[in-house]
């Protein structure tokens, strides 16, 4: 099993960039395919970006696409999420997913281990 944590969230103002990390501990990291979720008020949770195991493989959703980058640093056994012209509309709880093997698909029915979320605001 893995135990995530994430943390980075907070207010940041339309325009503004916000760092989320995601740490990991207990099994291998670097046998983990990783995911950022998020999940706004009274919507469903929805897929933001993936990375695969060895971070040869990225995948974003349509509307962060350009603005948002998802990394990963095996040695330190963290996922980041650095997000670049925030906007009001990406306001959620974000969460980081985990699930062994190489690809990291869109369908969070596919990631068994979960972080507790962080709350991020954009202001406008």
């Known amino acids: 099993q893995v135990q995530l944590v994430e943390s980075g969230g907070g207010l940041v103002q339309a325009g503004g960039s916000l760092r989320l990390s995601c740490s990991a501990s207990?099994?291998?990291?670097?046998?983990?395919?990783m995911g950022w979720f998020r999940q706004a008020s009274g919507k469903e949770r929805e897929f933001v970006a993936g990375?695969?195991?060895?971070?040869?493989?990225?995948d974003y959703t349509d509307s962060v696409k350009g603005r948002f980058t998802i990394s990963r640093d095996n040695a330190k056994s963290t996922v980041y999420l650095q997000m670049n012209s925030a906007k009001p509309e990406d306001t959620a709880v974000y969460y980081c997913?985990?699930?062994?093997?190489?690809?990291?698909?869109?369908?969070?029915?596919?990631?068994?281990?979960w972080g507790q979320g962080t709350q991020v605001t954009v202001s406008s």
């Open positions: 990375i695969s195991r060895n971070s040869d493989n990225t």
């Open positions: 997913a985990a699930r062994s093997g190489i690809n990291n698909p869109r369908d969070a029915r596919w990631y068994p281990y």
């Open positions: 207990g099994r291998t990291f670097s046998s983990y395919a």
